[in-house]
């Protein structure tokens, strides 16, 4: 066996490339999304998923504030979009879906703003919270399940994005 470095072992680990998105979708002040790394389902029943996600965020805000989140499992389409607008702007200075040239529409089941065209949607209902080191672990059931597109989706691994096929 060859010892690794904890980091470097994590970074080989693959997970989805995700954009969470959450608040009032028609009000460019009141809503927000970042791009999360650490998402994962969590339990069968109830249909349970969880973001780790950092405190400071003006998206972790949102949640707390509505109650509810969408998860976007995004394609490469979007890859772009997610690592430099909605995973290095802070959505409390501006609009990240109008700087990403995205309408957002209003979610189905909970109040929260969908990236339309992306290959899975999650609506989520806010349901618990805990803290785990430097991040917060948001859990939320998932209320209602869509495809926006027939992209394929993409993994991080390796510090890179890939995609599932």
Known sequence: MKDLDPFEALDLVPHPLVVVTAGDPENPSKRGGMTAAWFSRVSWDPPLVAVSIAPSRYTYELIKE???????????????????????LSGRDIDKFAKAGIKPIKAQKVVAPIIPDVPIILECR???????????????????AYRGSNELPLVWFNSRSCEVK
């Open 126 to 144: 806010f349901i618990t919270e805990f803290s785990t080191g430097d991040h917060i672990v948001v859990v939320g059931e998932v209320v209602k």
């Open 66 to 88: 509505f109650k509810a989140f969408a998860i976007h499992i995004i394609s490469k389409r979007y890859e772009e979009v997610a690592l430099n607008i909605f995973g290095s």
